[in-house]
């Protein structure tokens, strides 16, 4: 059966489909167990009368005049009939046929008959089924003129309504009390499935009373063992999904706190173009507007790139980061040379294969170029280096600028964090979306000193392709 099918039905309907039906083969595995058994123990039971027969026949046979004389128990034949309440067949012969008393077409058993040793076989005879029963016995002494060994079978042949009877009432009554115990214990089972059922059915009740913005844990009380991985897992999910609804508050407050300030320069700015007629000072004041617009659609633009790292899905795949990383780096060369700046690229010899996202790998390389060319005073270096270690690939992005203390590399990385050595315009975000990306990546991001001691070494260390070796 499909398992959308299952799914579908609940749990509940799952369990008892499953379980009701192994109960009823069970039921019925055991019925015809029952039923194997009452056969075994009817003819048991009804073999040992045959067997006494048996033996009250051959306890009459003599040979004492040389030939084979029976005298019959007619007074036990009957009893025997009447008790097996059916019809009796005997045969008493020698095994050589010479002598036959009885009825003799009784047929005899397929296996082979060993002497004292009773053989019991099912058989048609008169075209009704029968029970034989056979024995053979040395014959002492032997018939006259028969050499000794010569054996004489005693056969006695009941019909089966009897022993039908008999296994036809162990067997109902077997299946009465078989049936009274499944159905007890089908409804035990459902009753048992319905209580151990009851938490889920609580859990259920309890998440969807609750309210939109409620993000607390579930409690475990009360909750099975069997079930309180799928709690903790779901307060897992919860637990992200909080920290992710509290980082997103926190982005909001402070983007409208950070755009809340160019907005009003901005609005001072135009008031002040409105009034004025001077228009050199118009000007002034445009150029102004200009480049507050130009720092102001800088800082929207790095926010949303933050907003993308956080909710974007991951699309990793095997990347050359050297030819990446390389053109991103041509990419600035006009504006280093604009402001008076060296900038290098230097890579080993082997390419740099890591498994990362190649859209975010350019961001993160584009915020480091920006900010390390925008502190780094006319004149200075900015080198971007290649290299890897073990199991994590290195991307390096050294300068000679005003650099960063020591105790405030820590706090690098968080959002609007600004060092204390920062002259230029800026919102602390360029850091912060790059840390992003690379803990995305399972990386981090790692400051240190830059060139000759001084500046600023900003790192992104990401994880190796599988083949890079």
Not at 122 to 151: C, H, K, N, S, W
Not at 168 to 195: N, P
């Amino acid at each position: 059966m499909n398992l959308n099918v299952l799914h579908a039905w609940g749990l509940r309907r799952t369990l008892l489909l499953v379980l009701v039906p192994g109960l009823l083969l069970v039921g019925a595995a055991v019925v015809w167990q029952t039923w194997r058994t009452a056969v075994d123990a009817a003819n048991a039971a009804y073999d040992r009368s045959l067997f006494g027969a048996i033996k009250s026949m051959d306890a009459n046979i003599s040979t004492a005049s040389g030939g084979l004389g029976v005298e019959l128990p007619y007074r036990m034949l009957e009893f025997f009939e009447l008790t097996a309440s059916g019809r009796v067949y005997y045969r008493v012969a020698t095994e050589d046929g010479l002598v036959d008393i009885g009825n003799a077409d009784l047929p005899l058993p397929a296996n082979a008959l060993f002497t004292g040793r009773p053989q019991f076989s099912d058989a048609i005879y008169f075209d009704e089924p029968v029970r034989v029963g056979t024995y053979a016995r040395l014959l002492d002494p032997p018939l006259a003129g028969q050499a000794a060994g010569q054996r004489v079978v005693i056969q006695v042949a009941e019909t089966l309504e009897s022993r039908q009877a008999f296994t036809r009432t162990l067997v109902l009554e077997a299946v009465a009390r078989d049936l009274l115990l499944l159905m007890v214990a089908i409804g035990l089972m459902t009753l048992a499935v319905g209580w151990a059922l009851r938490p889920l059915a609580r859990l259920r009740n309890e998440v969807e009373a609750r309210s939109d913005l409620d993000l607390t844990p579930i409690v475990h009380t009360g909750i099975p063992a069997d079930v309180r991985p799928l709690v903790e897992a779901i307060n897992h999910h919860i637990e992200r999904n909080r920290l992710q609804t509290e980082a997103r508050q926190r982005f909001v407050d402070d983007a409208s706190h950070q755009l809340r300030t160019p907005l009003a320069t901005l609005t001072t700015q135009v008031g002040f173009v409105l009034r004025e007629t001077d228009p050199a000072l118009q000007r002034e004041a445009l150029l102004a507007i200009k480049l507050q617009l130009e720092e102001t659609v800088r800082q929207t633009n790095q926010m949303l790139a933050l907003a993308r790292v956080d909710s974007v899905g991951l699309k990793p795949e095997t990347v050359d980061a050297s030819q990446v990383v390389e053109q991103i780096t041509r990419q600035w060369w006009t504006q280093a040379r604009e402001l008076g700046i060296d900038l290098g690229f230097e890579s080993d010899a082997e390419p740099l294969r890591l498994l990362v996202d190649a859209g975010l790998l350019k961001e993160a390389v584009s915020n480091l170029l920006h900010n390390a060319i925008r502190y780094t005073p006319r004149g200075g270096k900015v080198t971007v280096v290649l290299g890897h270690s073990a199991a994590k690939g290195v991307i390096t992005v050294l300068d000679n600028g005003p650099g960063m203390p020591s105790d405030e590399r820590a706090h690098a990385g968080e959002r609007f964090f600004r060092g204390s050595h920062t002259t230029q315009p800026g919102t602390g975000l360029g850091l912060a979306i790059v840390r992003a990306i690379a803990e995305r990546h399972g990386g981090e991001l790692c400051l240190d000193a830059g060139l000759d001691g001084q500046g600023l070494a900003v790192s992104i260390v990401l994880p190796l392709a599988a083949d890079a070796g």
